[in-house]
Nanobody, 122 residues
């Protein structure tokens, strides 16, 4: 079992930046691919970015490429999402997830955090 706790969300103006963190506890964090998803009010959960267990492979949704960067520090059992040039449409609850493969599909992930709210004002 892996427990995930997100932090770093908040209110930011359009064009600003935020860095989200996801701290993992439990067994074998380093064995898991990690990902970020987001869900805006009234919308389905959407893939943001994923990273392999060793950080060697990353994968982004097209709309996030160039603005968001996923990274991980296995020594700290933490995965990060650096978000730059934020837009109002990035407003959502952001979720951290852990799974066995790098994927943009939510049901490929076995473990989920509780989410952190990101609000981007115009």
């Amino acid at each position: 079992q892996v427990q995930l706790v997100e932090s770093g969300g908040g209110l930011v103006q359009a064009g600003g930046s935020l860095r989200l963190s996801c701290a993992a506890s439990g067994r074998a964090f380093t064995a898991h691919a990690m990902a970020w998803f987001r869900q805006a009010p009234g919308k389905e959960r959407e893939f943001v970015a994923a990273i392999a267990w060793n950080g060697g492979t990353t994968y982004y949704a097209d709309s996030m490429k160039g603005r968001f960067t996923i990274s991980r520090d296995n020594a700290k059992n933490t995965v990060y999402l650096q978000m730059n040039s934020l837009k109002p449409e990035d407003t959502a609850v952001y979720y951290c997830a852990g799974g066995r493969v790098v994927s943009g599909i939510s049901h490929h992930y076995d473990y989920w955090g509780q989410g952190t709210q990101v609000t981007v004002s115009s």
